[in-house]
């Protein structure tokens, strides 16, 4: 392993857990740090200190010619009953060579389990000593070997494995180059004070999943009060505020798009995208509740919660081997994470705080060779995420898009055509009346024709009528051809017909446009919920075309439609097939609303008021759907402002 390699994985690796929600800050100025140390992590430290042979093996012995050997391979370490264990396969080989054959080769193969105690010496390094000895047959019942062969892996293996050690010195001096990076100006020379005399306790405990050390560190009395002002935000105070949720976003993205890139197991990938949209339906609410300035920090709270999950299944992928010849990569990516995490949980005794620059820093561990910028934040679609996850391209309808005259919002691309005014859109004539030829027509020429009739229109009393059927064809045939790009039972196809339009009704009453001072303007909430669907441009940003999701109502109901089809899928697998269909569209459309984590939401006793009373008027919609009732588009339009979630 290159020196550089090695530098960099002790310096990223055992910088992890600092400060984590078990540290404690006494009021005598003393700091006592969790130090958490994963036995993921310390094995892949172990493989490229000693387990450098080929095939990853570790050749502990080797006699006069190539009949004699003893080696090693696949290592781990682990914890049972409160000692730590280090176990490893090996093979053992005896023999006498004799014309390019091995003669009377006395062989064994099996398990070595040695237990160890780790200790911290005054270098600041983590060294291990072996206490005892165990061999094991391959399925892990006792072998007994006596004898030289007993005596070659006693004094060949325990010394090379008490050679392993962990330096703890680059992971602190790691710790004091980010403190300083995360340190308020004045509040670095407090910082830079309090780290030079961080020291680790001696004692090393082996844990379920790590091993622990305690670091101390000592507070001056006198640190930094972070100012605490009751004034309402500034304009500058909320655009910083956006752009602290923005990095952080990216920076998640950028995450999950290297681990999914690396592994291509399903499972894997399903938990990153709920990971990932959870977090993003979080962002949502604190870009929608911005907090005053004595409030919490919108990223320590989203890392404390996203981070931890995305934690374990880095780790999870690692003891699975998913992780290939990037284990190192991400396990050190995580470690320095944690680390980072742990340094901004000090805040309030050092002044701390989390910087975009401390996020470029970390991308960088997990992926050295990226060269752009992990926190580029853009509303443009995102070809890998697309890919990794399975969105496929919805339906477009032919044509421009039709874009208002009026300078575009704030981060709203502009790369599109102006449109010219919809204000004197007629309903064509022909409007509800079904052309000759419409059985032979295609569905999706279907479509495109419903797309350009209905584009730019706004539903008033004067086209209500036919712009309802109009629109339900729309639902209707979208919905078909979502279906269509799978093969979903006759069990599936009515629920989710009935889950669109109801989920339709609740979030738009049926609308993609309404007009905004006299102009034809898509439909959007505050949260930034767009179109027919109410498909968020935040929770969904890099998935879908934001000016798609804008301006095209074909595109925008198959985007949603598309979504929701996603969450069934997940809710019908989550229940083995088993759930009745009332329940897979009251969790399907909490989903939708609230997240994956938010599926069973409608079940729990402590579902907060909003989110009951947005639960419970899906449920009534979609019994109303299912019972063939109508609804008043005027009049929902009219409410829809006021109502719960919009």
């Known amino acids: 392993m290159p020196r550089q390699s090695r530098q960099s994985l002790r310096a990223f690796a055992l910088a992890l857990a600092l400060m984590a929600p078990g540290a404690r800050c006494a009021r005598a100025a003393t700091v ?56 490893t396969s090996a093979d053992l080989s005896l023999g006498i060579g004799v014309g390019g054959n091995c003669v009377a080769p006395v062989g064994w193969s099996g398990l070595i389990d040695v237990d160890l105690q780790g200790y911290i010496g005054g270098d600041l390094v983590i060294r291990f000593r072996a ?33 392993f050690s962990y330096d703890l010195r680059p992971a602190l001096d ?18 830079s004070h309090a780290l030079a005399g961080l020291r680790p ?76 949209l959870d977090g993003r339906y979080r962002l949502v609410a604190a870009l929608s509740q911005p907090q005053p300035r004595s409030g919490p920090d919108p990223v320590r709270l989203l890392f404390l919660d996203e981070w931890s999950r995305f934690r374990d299944i880095v780790r999870s992928a690692a003891a699975q081997g998913l992780l290939k010849d990037r284990a190192l990569e991400f396990l050190s990516f995580i470690s320095a994470g944690d680390a980072l995490f742990a340094l901004d949980q000090a805040a309030p005794a050092l002044g701390l705080r989390i910087s975009a620059d401390d996020l470029r820093r970390l991308a960088r561990v997990m992926a050295p060779q990226f060269t752009a910028d992990p926190l580029a934040f853009s509303y443009d679609e995102d070809p890998a995420l ?15 898009l039709a874009l208002p005259s009026a300078p575009a919002e704030p981060r709203t691309p502009t790369a599109t055509a102006t449109p010219q005014s919809h204000s004197d859109l007629e309903v064509p004539s022909w409007w509800g009346a079904a052309p000759a030829d419409a059985a032979e027509a295609s569905l999706t020429t279907q479509l495109y024709n419903l797309g350009m009739t209905l584009k730019g229109v706004v539903v008033n009393a004067g086209n209500v009528v036919d712009y309802k059927r109009a629109i339900q064809s729309l639902l209707n045939l979208a919905a078909t051809y979502v279906l269509g790009q799978s093969d979903p039972s006759p069990a599936i ?43 968020n441009k935040h929770i969904w940003r890099g998935f879908y075309s934001l000016p798609r999701l804008e301006w095209d109502i074909v595109y925008n109901a198959s985007a949603g439609d598309q979504i929701l089809k996603r969450l069934m899928d997940s809710e019908i697998a989550r229940n083995a097939g088993r759930a009745q269909s009332a329940a897979v569209a009251r969790s399907v459309y909490a989903a939708y609303n609230g997240g994956p984590a938010a599926h069973d ?10 989110e009951r009373q947005i639960d419970q008027a899906f449920w009534q919609k979609y019994q109303a759907v299912r019972a063939g009732q109508s609804f008043d588009i005027l009049d929902c339009a009219t409410h829809w402002s006021t109502t719960p979630g919009h």
């Open 493 to 535: 196809r009515q629920p989710y017909l009935l889950i669109v339009k109801s989920a339709a009704w609740q979030e738009s009453c049926w609308r993609q446009f309404v007009r905004r001072d006299g102009r034809v303007r898509f439909l959007e909430s505050s949260s930034g919920d767009i179109g027919l669907m109410q498909v």
């Open 131 to 163: 206490t005892d000895l165990n061999l094991y047959k391959p399925d892990h019942e006792k072998s007994l070997l006596v004898g030289r062969g007993f005596d070659l892996i006693k004094g060949n293996l325990i010394p090379r494995l008490e050679t």
């Open 601 to 610: 939401r409608w079940r729990r006793a402590h579902e907060t008021s909003l």
């Open 201 to 276: 306790l001696p004692a090393v405990v082996p844990e379920a999943d790590s091993l622990r050390v305690t670091l101390e560190l000592a507070v001056p009395t006198t640190a930094p009060t972070p100012t605490v002002s009751s004034a309402p935000l500034s304009q500058a105070d909320l655009a910083a505020w956006q752009t602290t949720l923005d990095n952080w976003d990216a920076f998640m993205v950028f995450a999950i798009e290297q681990m999914g890139g690396t592994v291509a197991d399903p499972a894997v990938r399903q938990q990153l995208l709920d990971v990932l």
């Open 386 to 400: 697309q890919k990794m996850f399975g969105v496929m391209p919805p339906l477009e309808t032919p044509g421009p």
């Open 32 to 87: 006592t740090i969790p130090l958490t140390i994963d036995y993921e992590t310390l094995t892949a430290a172990l493989k490229h200190q000693l387990y450098v042979g080929p095939g990853g093996r570790a050749d502990f012995w080797n006699g006069a010619d190539a009949c004699q050997y003893l080696y090693g391979t696949y290592p781990r370490f682990f914890q049972r009953s409160g000692t730590l264990e280090f176990e």
């Open 174 to 191: 790691q710790l004091r180059t980010l403190a300083q990076m995360a340190a308020a100006p004045d509040a670095a020379a407090t910082i």
